[in-house]
């Protein structure tokens, strides 16, 4: 399958920074990437849509100004978490899809943030 | 809206035993339905997919789906586990907007 990666896996910054998550489609253009968050045992909850050179599409009740998404080009997606507190601290997933209509996901590794 | 709903959290069985993990779902449309498994601190790996044709579909790792449209379900089935399949798993449905929604996970131990 396709590769996508995500830098950084662990990251720890303190209260009041910002920090930058990217994700990077590897071997193919994603023309949609998705943002994840989980919180520990419980499952992934979409944060927003991404596609590229447009602005991305939030979910009800994520701060578009704190969790700032920029999908620059086809094979990269930032997520920019800013001014963080520490319930910000959680895992961060990134998804990337290719092609124009449905088409499977693939995931990165994820980045756990720690805000301290 | 689309939804899934997984209704075991947490499941437990032998080593060499049969597993079958449920899933069901709400989408208006035909619904594209996926199983993904998740290992501790780490993303997402596809173990199999339905997008359309045969209902039965084989995943990786011996792992194969059953997508019934008259239950709403696509449960998750392996005939016999083995202790590295011991993981959170999640069934997620896609549709033709884009967009994943994503169970909320059945944790699966496996005893010696």
């Known amino acids: 399958g396709a590769v996508v990666s995500q830098h950084p896996s662990r990251v720890i910054c303190k209260s009041g920074t910002s920090v930058k998550i990217e994700c990077r489609s590897l071997d193919f253009q994603a023309t949609t990437m998705f943002w994840y968050r989980q919180f520990p045992k419980q499952s992934l909850m979409l944060m927003a849509t991404?596609?590229?050179?447009?602005?991305?599409?939030?979910e009800q009740g994520v701060e578009k100004d704190k969790f700032l998404i920029n999908h620059a080009s086809l094979t990269l997606s930032t997520l920019t978490v800013t001014s963080a507190h520490p319930e910000d601290s959680s895992f961060y997933i990134c998804s990337a899809r290719g092609g124009r209509g449905l088409t499977e996901a693939f995931f990165g590794q994820g980045t756990r943030l720690t805000v301290v | 809206a689309q939804s899934v709903t997984q209704p075991d959290i947490h499941i437990t069985v032998s080593e060499g035993a049969s597993l079958e993990l449920r899933c069901n779902y709400s989408?208006?449309?035909?619904?594209?339905l996926f199983w993904y498994v998740q290992s501790p601190g780490q993303g997402l790996q596809l173990l199999l997919k339905y997008f359309s044709g045969d209902t039965l579909v084989q995943g990786i790792k011996g792992f194969e789906a059953e997508f019934k449209r008259s239950q709403s379900s696509f449960n998750l089935r392996k005939p016999s586990v083995h202790w590295s399949d011991a993981a959170e798993y999640f069934c997620a449905v896609g549709g033709n907007n884009n967009d994943m929604r994503f169970g909320a996970g059945t944790r699966l131990t496996v005893k010696p």
């Open positions: 991404s596609n590229e050179g447009s602005k991305a599409t939030y």
């Open positions: 989408y208006g449309a035909t619904p594209y």
